[in-house]
């Protein structure tokens, strides 16, 4: 008898081979060797806070205060769940909405960054994944000439408003220099942009940045600044956004999945 046959004669179950790395959205046939340095799929039923920081408390520049409780994961997902409730901030200031702000302690450098999400489907919250540094560019200690970057992979707001941002930050500012591309000239969604799971992603090389969506290039942009960023994913009310109404109360931004590559 055959080595296979004496196997399945014995009923003993073969492994199976393991699974093949999945390549950015996008970049399935560029032929590049794309190799997967980060993953979180969510399948717990907590963030792993070696690999997460969350936010308690409230940035001077949006209306709502940020909260653990506000971070939940269940059923495969990681949902940042906003909340019409008052709470003080750490500025001591009531704010009448909770949200949510995830970051990982890790940093990363050129790479393609992805995230499968679903928006929350009420106006009045800004639903974002990005990339910033460690600590704020403030406090950095830039030298004249050199500059930091937040990295908006995505910002947008229920129905349709879709922005792709890049802020520059240069030595001796606090505030941001120059945006590449800004709130003011927003994409649309051909569709509620809540109306489903996006593959969103940017690809970043040292010298350029290509946004894509499920896959297509929606912008590119020159990369003005290096160094290494944090993967982040919060939602906020905020004074330039449309005033949320009680619909807002309990809905959530959803997420599948977070992924890094880095290629040779």
């Known amino acids: 008898m055959a080595p296979l046959a004496h196997l399945i004669a014995a009923g003993l179950a073969l492994s ?10 996008g970049l399935e046939d560029a032929g590049a060797a794309w190799t997967l340095v980060f993953e979180d799929r969510f399948e717990g039923e907590t963030l792993d806070p070696a690999v997460w920081a969350i936010e308690s408390g409230a940035p001077g520049h949006i209306t709502s205060s940020r909260w653990p409780e506000n971070v939940e994961v269940r059923g495969g997902l990681l949902h940042l769940v906003t909340r019409q409730e008052a709470r003080d901030s750490s500025d001591n200031e009531a704010r009448s909405w909770t949200t949510g702000h995830v970051w990982t302690h890790r940093t990363f450098g050129d790479g393609v960054f992805e995230a499968r999400l679903k928006l929350a489907p009420q106006a009045g919250l800004n639903n974002a994944f990005w990339l910033f540094p460690a600590r704020h560019p403030a406090s950095l200690g830039l030298q004249p000439g050199e500059t930091a970057c937040e990295i908006d992979v995505i910002e947008a707001t229920h129905p349709a408003r879709m922005t792709y941002n890049l802020h520059v930050f240069t030595a001796g500012t606090q505030e941001v220099a120059r945006d590449i591309y800004r709130l003011t000239n ?7 942009n809540s109306a489903r799971f996006m593959v969103l992603s940017i690809e970043r090389d040292g010298e350029t940045l290509i946004w894509r969506r499920d896959g297509h290039i929606v912008r590119r942009a020159e990369a003005p600044c290096a160094g290494p960023l944090t993967v982040r994913l919060s939602t906020a009310t905020a ?13 959530a931004m959803q997420i599948d999945y977070v992924r890094v590559w880095e290629t040779e």
């Open 239 to 251: 004074s330039w956004l449309d005033t949320p109404d009680d619909a807002l109360d309990g809905t």
């Open 186 to 192: 927003p994409w649309s969604a051909p569709e509620p």
């Open 16 to 25: 199976p081979a393991p699974a093949a790395s999945p390549a950015p959205a």
